[in-house]
C-alpha cells in the first residue's frame, strides 16, 4: 500500500519532474551551443593555427635544419605531454618540418606529408586530423591535430557544463518546492474542510484560504455545486411533505367512510358511502401515479428516441378521450398536417399531450372548446412530406404544439406558478393535486424544449405553447 502511494500522481512531483526536465533540456541546448561554436571557431579560428605561430617564431631565426629540428622537438614533446594529462586529448599532435627544397628536416611521428595549404582537414594514418602548412622563405612547418569524434566532443562540453547545472539545481528546486508547498496549502486546509463537513453544513468561499486565482474557481465551483444540492434537497423535502399532505386528505376520506360503510345499518347510507369511498380511491390512486410519473421524470437515465407520428398520435389520443368530452359537453378540434413523423422521447411527448388535455377538460365549462393544434418548424400546416427515412423527411426538424380552451383561464399573475409543484389557483373548486403542470414541465425538459401559457382565444381560457427546436441528426442522407 505504502508503494502504491508513492507512485501515485503528486502535483509536486510531477512539478518536480518538470524541473528536471527542464534542466536537461537547457543543458542540452546549452551542450549543443557550445558544440557548434566550438565548430565554428575551429573552422574560422582554429587553435592549431595559433601553435604553428608560435612554433615557426621559434626556429624564424635558425638557419640550421637539426637546430631548428630540436627546437621543435622540444616544444612539441612538451606539448604532447601536457595533451595527455588533461585526459581529453590523449592523441599526439604531428609536427614536420621542410625546408624550402621539399626535404623533410624533422617529424615528431610518422605519417603522410600535410599537403594542403593553411587550415584543411586530412586523413593521416587512419584518422582525420585539423592540419596546418605554411611555406616561409626558409622553412615550410606543418602540424597536424587529431579531430575528437562528436561524440567525445559532447561528452566533453557536457561534463564541463555539468557542475554549473548541478550547483544550480538546487538554488532553483529549494525554492520552488517551497512555492508548490506553501501554493498548495490552502488546497489541503480546503480538502480537509470539505472532510469534516456534515451532510446538511455549508461551506462559504470566506471560510476558506483561496488567495491565489488558480484556487478561487475551485472554491467557487464547490460552493455553487453546493448551493445547487441545497436547493434539491430543500425541493425533495417540500415535495415529500407536500405529497405526505395531499395523501392525507384521501386516506382520510377513506379510513372515514369506510368505518361508515362498516357500521351503518342504513342501504343508503352505505351506498353513499361506498361512492365516496371510490372517489377518495380514484383520486389516492391517480396522485400516486402522478408522484410516480414526476418521479420517473426527475430521473437523469436517458431514454431511447423512438420515430413517432405526433398527428397519428394525437389523433388517437383525441379519439380515446372523445366519451369524456361528450359527457361534458365539450369539443375537441384537431388542426395538423396530414403527417409529422418527428424522433423524440415518446414517453414524455404522450405526458405532455395528456396532461394538458385532462387539465383542459377538467376546467373547461360545458359547450366550451378545446382546440390541439401541431405544426412543424416552420409553422406549416397540411402539406406534403418527404419520404420516411430521409434526412428531409423532417425527422429532425423542430415542431411546435399548442393546446387552447375557451375554459375560466388562468390570471396573468399566476401564469408563472402554474408549473410549480402543488400549486392550484386561488377559488379552484375543481377536485386536483396540482402536480399536473409540474409533469409538464418534467417531461417538456425531457424533449429539449420549452413550454409557456398565454390567454386562450379572444383574450379568454389558456392557451399553452410546446416548441422543440431542431434536434441534431439522427439519420443518414441515404
Known amino acids: 500500500m505504502r508503494a502504491w502511494k508513492l507512485w501515485q500522481p503528486s502535483l509536486a512531483r510531477r512539478l518536480l519532474m518538470a524541473l528536471l526536465g527542464a534542466f536537461a533540456l537547457v543543458a542540452g541546448v546549452l551542450v549543443l551551443q557550445e558544440y557548434l561554436q566550438f565548430k565554428r571557431q575551429m573552422s574560422e579560428q582554429p587553435g592549431i593555427r595559433q601553435l604553428a ?17 630540436r627546437v621543435l622537438a622540444g616544444q612539441i614533446t612538451h606539448l604532447n605531454a601536457l595533451r595527455r594529462q588533461t585526459g581529453v586529448l590523449p592523441e599526439d599532435l604531428l ?3 621542410y625546408d624550402r627544397e621539399g626535404r623533410l628536416v624533422y617529424a615528431s611521428g610518422p605519417g603522410e606529408p600535410i599537403a594542403q595549404p593553411g587550415v584543411a582537414e586530412q586523413w593521416l ?33 557536457a561534463r564541463g557544463l555539468g557542475g554549473s547545472m548541478l550547483l544550480a539545481f538546487p538554488l532553483v528546486l529549494i525554492p520552488l518546492w517551497l512555492a508548490v508547498h506553501t501554493g498548495l496549502q490552502p488546497l489541503r486546509r480546503f480538502a480537509q474542510r470539505l472532510g469534516g463537513l456534515e451532510a446538511d453544513q455549508a461551506l462559504a468561499p470566506r471560510e476558506l484560504d483561496l ?11 464547490f460552493d455553487g455545486l453546493m448551493a445547487r444540492l441545497r436547493q434539491r434537497r430543500a425541493r425533495e423535502r417540500a415535495f415529500v411533505q407536500d405529497a405526505a399532505h395531499e395523501l392525507r386528505t384521501p386516506l382520510a376520506v377513506i379510513a372515514a367512510q369506510t368505518h361508515v360503510l362498516v357500521q351503518s345499518a342504513d342501504e343508503q347510507g352505505r351506498q353513499e358511502a361506498g361512492e365516496r369511498l371510490l372517489a377518495a380511491i380514484r383520486r389516492t390512486s391517480h396522485l400516486s401515479q402522478q408522484l410516480l410519473d414526476l418521479a420517473s421524470l426527475d430521473g437523469k437515465t436517458e431514454r431511447p428516441h423512438q420515430r413517432l ?21 365539450l369539443t375537441l378540434v384537431l ?43 416552420s409553422g406549416g400546416g397540411p402539406g406534403p412530406v418527404p419520404p420516411r427515412g430521409s434526412e428531409a423527411s423532417g425527422e429532425c426538424e423542430g415542431w411546435t404544439l399548442t393546446v387552447s380552451d375557451d375554459g375560466p383561464g388562468i390570471a396573468p399573475e399566476h401564469r408563472n406558478l402554474v408549473f410549480e409543484r402543488f400549486w392550484r389557483g386561488p377559488d379552484v373548486a375543481v377536485a ?8 409538464v414541465q418534467q417531461a417538456v425538459n425531457r424533449l429539449g424544449g420549452r413550454i409557456s401559457l398565454a390567454a386562450g382565444p379572444d383574450g379568454l381560457g389558456c392557451t399553452f405553447t410546446l ?12
Do not use: C, K
Not at 605561430?53 to 629540428?69: C, F, H, K, V
Open 95 to 97: 609536427l614536420q618540418l
Open 211 to 221: 488567495r491565489y486565482a488558480e484556487l478561487r474557481p475551485l472554491g467557487l465551483a
Open 125 to 157: 594514418q587512419g584518422r582525420r586530423h585539423w592540419t596546418w602548412r605554411e611555406d616561409g622563405e626558409r622553412w615550410s612547418l606543418r602540424l597536424a591535430e587529431p579531430t575528437l569524434p562528436d561524440v567525445d566532443l559532447l561528452g566533453w562540453l
Open 53 to 69: 605561430d608560435l612554433m615557426r617564431s621559434g626556429i624564424a631565426n635558425e638557419p640550421d635544419g637539426p637546430t631548428a629540428g
Open 467 to 478: 416548441s422543440v427546436p431542431r434536434a441534431p441528426t439522427l439519420f443518414g442522407s441515404s
Open 432 to 439: 386536483g393535486s396540482g402536480l399536473g403542470l409540474a409533469i
Open 309 to 329: 407520428d405526433l398527428v397519428q398520435a394525437s389523433a388517437q389520443l383525441l379519439a380515446d378521450l372523445h366519451g369524456r368530452a361528450r359527457e361534458r359537453g
Open 335 to 377: 388542426e395538423a398536417p396530414e403527417q409529422l413523423p418527428r424522433v423524440l422521447d415518446v414517453a414524455a411527448f404522450q405526458t405532455v399531450l395528456h396532461n394538458l388535455l385532462d387539465n383542459a377538460l377538467r376546467y373547461v365549462q360545458a359547450g366550451g372548446q378545446i382546440v390541439l393544434t401541431l405544426a412543424g418548424e
